[in-house]
């Protein structure tokens, strides 16, 4: 059975700090991954989905990357603003093609200090 | 940007009154989904359809039931609501084809008193 950890829990740092996000999964054999971003009594907000034939994906301060054969995501967040604290959730789509369901983790809270 | 519409987003009832969750999307996509999470835990599937008469019930056991009439509507309800339903109620949708990338509603918060 497929199962996503996110380490760590919580996570604080200072404005501006270069900070990476970690996801593993057990099963290899995954379609893609997500990442989301939660905010606070609202829903989640797609970031980056990364085919597992792919390597990373680039969305302006956002790096994805994938190795699935560790069974290893990381989110990057390059100069980290008080606007990015939100809890980040990875979440991956086991192999099969589209129609699987997304196991998601449990997210890592962020928060940046100003 | 996800068009996918959550209403209401917040509501308080008393036990034992039926409500209904709706949930719309504009993007013409096949699949939808109901999750609910609790402040701070994860998400869990409770219903899922791939498509206009199709309903499947998700990973964890809900007392709630949903309908797909019409592909953009998918609403959920609760014949008779009780505190133990007090939750986030959570709407998403994806195109069947393609990577199936999951867009998320803004959420209905419901507690029940």
């Known amino acids: 059975k497929q199962e996503v950890t996110q380490i760590p829990a919580a996570l604080s740092v200072p404005e501006g700090e270069n900070l990476v996000l970690n996801c593993s999964f057990t099963?290899?054999?995954?379609?893609?991954l997500q990442w989301f971003r939660q905010d606070p009594g609202k829903g989640l907000t797609s970031l980056l989905l990364i085919q597992s034939s792919q390597r990373e994906q680039t969305s302006g301060r956002l790096n994805a990357s994938l190795d699935k054969s560790s069974g290893r995501s990381t989110l990057y967040i390059a100069a980290s603003q008080p606007g990015d604290s939100a809890t980040y959730l990875c979440?991956?789509?086991?192999?099969?093609?589209?129609?699987?369901?997304?196991?998601f983790g449990k997210g890592t809270k962020l928060s940046v200090k100003p | 940007e996800a068009d996918i519409y959550q209403t209401p987003r917040y509501l308080v009832i008393g036990t034992g009154k039926k409500i209904t969750l709706e949930c719309s999307q504009t993007m013409g996509h096949d699949k939808m989904y109901w999750y609910q999470q609790d402040p701070g835990m994860e998400l869990h599937l409770i219903h899922y359809?791939?498509?206009?008469?199709?309903?499947e019930k998700g990973d964890l056991s809900s007392e709630s039931t949903v309908s797909r009439i019409r592909t953009e509507h998918f609403p959920l309800t609760l014949e008779s609501a009780r505190p133990s339903h007090t939750s986030q109620y959570l709407c998403?949708?994806?195109?069947?084809?393609?990577?199936?990338?999951?867009?998320f509603g803004e959420g209905s918060r419901l507690t029940v008193l």
């Open positions: 998403a949708s994806a195109l069947a084809q393609a990577t199936g990338e999951l867009f």
């Open positions: 359809s791939y498509g206009v008469n199709s309903t």
């Open positions: 099963d290899s054999a995954i379609y893609n």
């Open positions: 979440a991956v789509r086991p192999g099969g093609g589209s129609q699987g369901n997304l196991i």
